[in-house]
């Protein structure tokens, strides 16, 4: 009976890790069919309000790269159901990018709590700014 039961439990664990796993979003440009440079966006942590992002290259990005990554933060907000978002990075964080949802326009919001704002003032912004220009639905 021990063994079943450590059976299943190690089972449940594989699983529910696995399921985890694959529910952090991923997106590659050249997947999407752009050509012009080669990102990829993949979320390592999801907190309740906010997602840490990894972005190799991030801090050597082009105009063009800088768009289509916020394009990339609006889809993600849409896939949190949320109409806002707000992206919090300096010169200093590298690759990694947080991504807060805020439920509403104001930075006193709760989404914001645990979030560590790195000195900066980050602007809250509409995903129904981006769904025309991204082309998202």
Known sequence: MKIILLTWLLTSAFFTANLDA???FTMSSKERGITAFDYVVT????????STLNIPGFQRRSAPASRWIMCVYAELAIERK????AAIYNDNTGDTVTVVFPQSDSLDDPAF?????LGVEPQIMSVINFIKFCGLN
Do not use: F, I, P, Q
Request: charged share 25%; no cysteine; glycine share 4%.
């Open 43 to 50: 979320e390592v942590a999801r907190e309740n309000g906010h």
């Open 113 to 117: 709590a645990n979030v560590d704002a």
């Open 82 to 85: 949320s109409t806002l978002w």
């Open 22 to 24: 694959s529910e952090l």
